[in-house]
């Protein structure tokens, strides 16, 4: 079946330091990935997103590039900031019949220290 | 305007009991979703309606009951409530069609199970 895996965490950096959350993932077709974030006492909502292979999904200074050949969608930030700090999913979603299915990793705690 | 809203965010009852989540969604959105989020923030899809049409069922016991009166809302019911049913229930909704959307979530629902 189709699966996302993610890096554990939690990860804890220091402001201003590189971020790199890993993501890879198993799919039978050719999916849509995603990166979702969650702060603290929140819903989830969508940080990227791409939708083909060689796509970069951006947004927020946080960025990430559809992979088809080693299968990843790692998300990268240059410069974390406190505000950062939350716990991000990386999804993929695949349509048949019309209708999705999205399948979620199992989040990453990321922690940002000033 | 909120988007996708729940009602109760927080829910504290006894074993045994009955109790409703309600969600509804102003997005115009055909496809409705129930999640339920773990202590360790893992994410687990329950169900999925399309059109008020029941699409996904997870291997969720059968206590569980979803219920949409109409497109915009879609509704939990929980019978004879468990310790382990203690968890985050997230309601979300997207659009359908020939290609992957992103969700939309609500705030979440925490259900806390004495």
């Known amino acids: 079946g189709d699966s996302v895996t993610q890096m554990e965490g939690p990860v804890t950096l220091s402001e201003e330091a590189f971020l790199t959350i890993n993501c890879t993932y198993t799919?039978?077709?050719?999916?849509?990935l995603f990166w979702y974030v969650q702060y603290p006492g929140e819903g989830l909502q969508l940080l990227l997103k791409?939708?083909?292979?060689?796509d970069k999904g951006s947004n927020k200074g946080f960025e990430a590039t559809y992979r088809k050949e080693t299968t990843s969608f790692h998300l990268e930030k240059g410069s974390v900031q406190v505000s950062d700090s939350a716990v991000y999913f990386c999804a993929l979603s695949l349509n048949s019949g019309g209708y999705q299915k999205v399948t979620f990793g199992t989040g990453t705690k990321l922690q940002v220290i000033p | 305007d909120t988007a996708v809203s729940q009602t109760p965010k927080y829910l504290v009852t006894q074993m045994g009991n009955d109790k409703s989540i309600k969600c509804e969604q102003n997005l115009g959105h055909d496809t409705m979703y129930w999640y339920k989020q773990d202590s360790k923030k893992f994410l687990k899809i329950m169900f999925s309606y399309n059109n008020k049409e029941l699409i996904i069922n997870e291997t969720v016991p059968n206590r569980f009951s979803p219920k949409s009166p109409d497109k915009a809302h879609l509704n939990l019911h929980i019978n004879s409530l468990e310790l382990g049913d203690s968890a985050v229930y997230f309601c979300?909704?997207?659009?359908?069609?020939?290609?992957?959307?992103?969700?939309?979530f609500g705030p979440g629902t925490r259900l806390t199970v004495t």
């Open positions: 799919a039978t077709g050719y999916p849509s």
């Open positions: 791409a939708t083909k292979a060689d």
């Open positions: 979300a909704s997207s659009q359908a069609g020939l290609f992957s959307y992103e969700q939309y």
